[in-house]
């Protein structure tokens, strides 16, 4: 279990997101992937600490201010594609993401 202040990972990488009456500091990756052998596609996967963003489930909408892509974003929206799934021993939460 991680015993270490958990801000430390997301506080020089982190967006904003905020779901709800809930507000966390998360890391968003955009991975690009080959869809069907004939194209790229980006990616939206969060991770962020369990505890901080309760209640997400397949179809929430949440909202991220922050870096994507590297480009600069203002309350951009997003919907969870599927259930978040626990990373290791549960600290930390993982979700894929669409941009709505």
Known sequence: MISEDT???FGDFGVE???GAYQAS???DTPTELVGGRGLSNQYRLE???TELPGLVRGS???ITGQISGAQA???AF????DPALIADGVLSEVMLTKT
């Open 26 to 28: 998360a890391l968003l």
């Open 61 to 63: 909408a949440i909202t």
């Open 17 to 19: 997101v905020v779901f």
């Open 48 to 50: 962020y600490v369990t």
């Open 74 to 76: 203002t309350n951009v």
């Open 79 to 82: 919907t969870l594609r599927e």
């Open 7 to 9: 801000s430390i990972f």
